[in-house]
């Protein structure tokens, strides 16, 4: 009698195609029509060769720091595939697959990694926001974007993206606590891929699961194996479903893994051992994708060979699109500060070619273009 | 015209602002059914309803991170700050991401909140309930400042802060929330962001404050025999040098006062450009009547931090005696 | 095959004497002796009788703002009672029974709410930390104390109180993570009093319980009746254990009431409704405590007035001893900003009767004391 | 002595002193195997193992608020924050903790903690990588707050930083982590806190600056053909202002130069005090070459942001011809 119990709970983990390849007809039959399942490989292709001709742009110094997306790309694409196209995603910066078959051009991404503040200048009728280089501070965003469609009526969602490493930072707690205590339709997808940096995930969560985060909100969690495209897509659109009826929010913990370095300015091997990344190289959710498209005979080695030079094309053109975009005028730094310029910033903005701003309005003129970007 | 404390227009203004757009929504700690510790939402959730009065978690940068979403899908969220002090837990998202977001997005989101905000010392409260901030987020770029001084001020300066389409912090002078009555129009007026207010005019001595400080700056006045222009800087950011110039250009000799410890607080920078500005025209050193550069003690010795008007009376006959 | 169970968690609660003066021997029996039992009631009956002299002492002008304590005393005073003098208790504001047990001398608290830092001056020897004004940022610290604890080999503990409310807060996520994943030997007790100044627990946590926010961490968490001390006493003994022996946290939800007002600067009137209170009001910790000692005859209305007459005195004379403490003097907030006082410092406090700070270092008699506190 | 880089005198000043001390601990992200992600602590975790030199969780207020718990208990954390664009999330353990527990608590409990921080731009980095808040903490009575711009300073104002029984910032301009090397000693020596350092003599113009922007004033001062006393802050707070006083009643004339926004930064503190001490010498008004009042740009744009040489140039060129 005194000793009671007062929660009783489990959490579910869901995986459909495995690294095996074995899929389970039952959950993943008709999940995806088949047309859409060569869509999304096609997809993957072109963003791995994005990926690799990111982290050769970096290397040969005509982009700054860069952080692959390798071997993750499966858990954003599924999970924008389960979206609508005016669903929020609100990501991180492993996202390049979802954000792309969410309707961002190609190009915008690399422009910002150029060090250029217009590939964040997201378009019209894309529903997405900009890099989130502050770690874990964007789900409150998301919770915020979500709540903004609660009160007008709108069934739009928003669905957000984070690593292990985010969920220890308190904005996540918060972001998580407002989306539960205030009903809003947001799907929270972490994006386990083992490290954050060189720190591990068990230094991040020393629970079994990183799912059971969500129990402490009493919100519906679930794991997921994040390099099964199936697994994903379910899971998402349960989510879905959850925050557009009843407005409740979701976490999904996807159990993914970072094949490269954290970022081109990082070197994994000083931490991490060859042998844990060759495993994982097995586990890639291209190989299995594949695998399971020549099964169904959706795919075969021509067809592999056609997008990969599809790939290559579509990606030097972007490249070249990005390198192409006239650099940015010093002056560029004031024009947004505000809607309207204040003087000061306007004097400082006119003088800025001298040294004492703020005194000599005169030298409008001297605000040349960068000739070194 | 009504006969209004500053509590009453700020609830006023948001009231009107209210039932103009509903896309503001109203999101804090206790200001709902409570109307916010200070009732400056006092009757608000009545009136419009859970949905747009929102008692939100106690999370300030919950606050603030959701309410920056609210902004980017256009609505026109106004958070509050329960006080100044807890400021803190939200400033990593009034500074990394309210702040920077219509310029790291190129105008693609711009956040058009209003952080509303007690601020400041003189009502015995505990720490952290009696700070001043402000030079901290003025030194923020992307942000507007505001601080009144009245109530006329509060109302028509708020109704400006919500209609801006960038975010502004609205600090509250909790010190004269109820000291004084003022008459503030009933119909919605603006007094315009980043525009100084000469409070009184005078020829010996440029005396700049704002926020609860302006009161005693006048206390001061009244005491003096000299000739002294009270500016009242309204707005913290931009600041309304215009104003202060003129000001200094007839008098030479300055007197800056506020709350905030000295060091880098906001009096250093308008004397630096005082001094950048009207080099040849000071007569004097200027004088700066501040908080100490220590942590705002506990109440038994407030009054000792604050700058009272003894305080600014010896700073003036010290300015014009120079 | 596909869907697994990868958690499957439950919660207890503990209760031993409840409401209706119920006692379960199987717990209870031998867990506090009967001596203890006494002195722990009759410290109850001391802390309430402060609890309303500070409340007086506010109403007429002679302190500032005041939190009361009432109703939840035997919440931090159970759990003070089951830890070590030496194991840190790192409190919000709400902890007076607690903390007076723990060894902090009971004009401390007065002395802090009159405004005066010196009430922070905690005593060598004395493990607690000043009044936590900033809700929720404490429990940070006690992991620290915990943490220096462990890293010098002591079996010291850290034990943080904090309000329903506060686990909202980011710091409380950072401090529980850090606390799990670093093995850190902290008790967290969650007093959820139902009031978050005037916003009900469920806009904090909508989940069925508190006490699962510890489930995020994979930490062991319970959820206890804070108005029995019996089971206070039980669960922190418990979680002390844990912590010692395993170096392992304990979240503990304890589900208390508060019968005030929030501070003496609150209405509670304004939103909440008094059949809750009165509801409460029976469930208060004192009655059925004393009820027990009496079924026991540990207790009767003879000891009932001696120790009443008792508090009375010992109450008086701590606010005599807060109210005969010399004013501060006007310097004294510069000399404890830094080990030694820079020199721009030195010359501020010197000058602090003029105008000019920092001009006219001669004037340093000028600095006169506080008439008016 | 040995010739070493910036890192490397800090690499070696901490191995020296967590060698002499075993109440120092070093916390933070990627501190342990990774050595940092600039390697300023590289080799320690495998010298001093992982209970002293630890990998936290991603979480900087609680890097911090368990560095303040560790401090009260009596050691001597050391954290790092990874960026000073990360900060943020650990301002209010910083500003209404660390700065204040000595102070609330009456002595009772003291915060002996070293944050070491990498700051300012110009290395090519992402958004919150380059920039610079010290008066953001210089306005936070309480807070000491150290930046060195040279490998010998670093070693000796990183000692004193540990060793001082009160809550220090240290800053480390990244663009000048490997830029050059310098003589060190081997042996453990402090470079005591608060005192400025004369970079080079002269008569003309007094040139004030600290961190990475000392190289680019030496940079100008080469480029020009006056006599310029430069001053290297090396501790912004508290600040040296009786080596600025002496240089400035020689020169009568002073630029300050950082990367840090104009409007409120520790240029305005400066040129405030030189202006209230030094008022009759003063030949011409205090310039401040600075980072604009903008949000530090992405990198393609950041030399126009950075105060380069050829800005302070031009500044010490008006300066002199006023
Ligand atoms: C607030 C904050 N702290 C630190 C950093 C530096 N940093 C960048 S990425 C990263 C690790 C992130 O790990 P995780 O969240 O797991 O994402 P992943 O990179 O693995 O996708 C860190 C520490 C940051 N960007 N923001
Ligand atoms: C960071 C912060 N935000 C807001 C406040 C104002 N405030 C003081 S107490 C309180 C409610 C605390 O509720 P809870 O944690 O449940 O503790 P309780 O007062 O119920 O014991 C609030 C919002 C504060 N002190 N600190
Ligand atoms: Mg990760
Ligand atoms: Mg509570």
Request: net charge negative; glycine share 8%; hydrophobic share 40%.
């Amino acid at each position: 009698m005194p000793i009671t119990t007062v929660l009783d709970t489990k959490i579910r983990r869901i995986s459909i195609l495995n690294e095996h390849g074995d899929f389970d007809a039952e959950l993943g039959e008709g999940l995806i029509p088949d047309d859409d399942q060569v869509r999304l490989y096609e997809h993957l292709v072109v963003c791995r060769q994005y990926d690799e001709v990111a982290f050769k742009l970096q290397r040969s110094g005509r982009m700054g720091t860069y952080p692959q997306n390798k071997g993750q790309e499966a858990t954003s694409l599924g999970a924008a595939y389960a979206l609508r196209r005016d669903d929020w995603m609100v990501t991180c910066y492993r996202e390049n697959a979802g954000l792309f078959w969410h309707g961002l051009p190609m190009e915008h991404i690399l422009l910002s990694w150029m060090g250029d503040e217009r590939g964040n200048r997201i378009p019209e009728g894309v529903y997405c926001t900009p890099l989130a280089v502050p770690i874990g501070t964007q789900m409150l965003h998301a919770a915020g974007l979500a709540w903004a469609a609660k009160y007008r009526g709108e069934d739009r969602i928003a669905c957000t993206f984070f690593g292990d490493g985010a969920t220890s930072e308190g904005d996540f707690h918060e972001a998580a606590n407002f989306s539960a205590n205030l009903d809003l339709p947001v799907i929270f997808v972490c994006q386990n891929n083992s490290w954050a940096i060189s720190v591990p995930t068990k230094i991040q969560c020393s629970a079994p699961t990183l799912a059971q985060r969500g129990i402490a909100y009493g919100m519906e969690c679930v794991q997921v194996d994040g390099n099964d495209i199936f697994a994903m897509v379910k899971a998402t659109a349960e989510a879905a479903d959850r925050a557009r009826r009843e407005s409740r929010p979701t976490f999904i913990e996807a159990v993914t893994y970072r094949l490269g370095d954290h970022t081109t300015a990082d070197d994994a091997r000083r931490y991490r051992d060859q042998d844990e990344v060759d495993a994982w190289m097995k586990r890639d959710p291209m190989i299995r994708f594949r695998r399971h498209l020549e099964d169904r005979r959706l795919w075969d080695s021509q067809k592999q060979a056609d997008i990969q030079k599809r790939a290559e094309k579509e990606v030097a053109a972007v490249v070249k699109r990005a390198e192409e975009i006239a650099a940015p005028h010093a002056r560029d730094m004031f024009d947004h500060m505000f809607a309207e310029l204040p003087e000061e910033l306007r004097v400082q903005r006119d003088t800025m070619r001298t040294s004492s701003i703020g005194q000599d309005p005169a030298q409008i003129e001297d605000a040349v273009e960068v000739t070194n970007p | 015209m009504s006969n209004l404390t500053l509590v009453q227009a700020i609830n006023l203004a948001l009231a009107q602002e209210m039932e103009a757009d509903d896309r503001i929504i109203l999101l804090g700690e206790d200001i709902g059914l409570n109307g916010g510790v200070f009732r400056v939402t006092e009757g608000l959730q009545k009136r419009f309803g859970p949905e747009r009065v929102v008692d939100s978690p106690l999370a300030e940068s919950g606050i603030i991170g959701t309410s920056i979403g609210l902004a980017m899908a256009g609505l026109r969220p106004i958070p509050e700050i329960q006080f100044e002090g807890f400021m803190g837990p939200a400033y990593d998202q009034i500074c990394s991401h309210a702040a920077r977001m219509r310029t790291r997005s190129r105008g693609a989101f711009t956040i058009p909140m209003t952080i509303r905000v007690p601020v400041g010392g003189g009502i015995h409260a505990p720490e952290l309930h009696s700070d001043s901030p402000e030079a901290i987020y003025a030194h923020t770029p992307g942000l507007k400042i505001v601080m009144p001084s009245s109530p006329y001020d509060a109302k028509g300066l708020l109704i400006s802060a919500i209609r801006d389409p960038d975010p502004v912090i609205f600090f509250e002078p909790k010190r004269i929330y109820r000291a004084f009555r003022e008459e503030v129009p009933e119909d919605e007026f603006t007094v315009p962001i980043g525009k100084a207010r000469v409070v009184t005019e005078g020829d010996e001595i440029t005396l700049i404050s704002w926020g609860a400080t302006v009161v005693q700056c006048m206390n001061a006045i009244e005491k003096s025999h000299r000739s002294i222009e009270l500016i009242d800087l309204r707005t913290i950011y931009p600041i309304d040098m215009p104003a202060i110039v003129s000001s200094v250009k007839k008098t030479g000799r300055v007197v800056i006062v506020h709350e905030a410890s000295k060091t880098c607080g906001l009096g250093a920078e308008i004397a630096a450009r005082i001094t950048e500005q009207c080099f040849l025209h000071l007569e004097a050193p200027i004088q700066r009547v501040t908080g100490y550069d220590t942590i705002m003690p506990y109440y038994k010795l407030e009054l000792e931090y604050l700058p009272e008007s003894n305080r600014i009376g010896t700073a003036l006959e010290e300015v014009a005696a120079y």
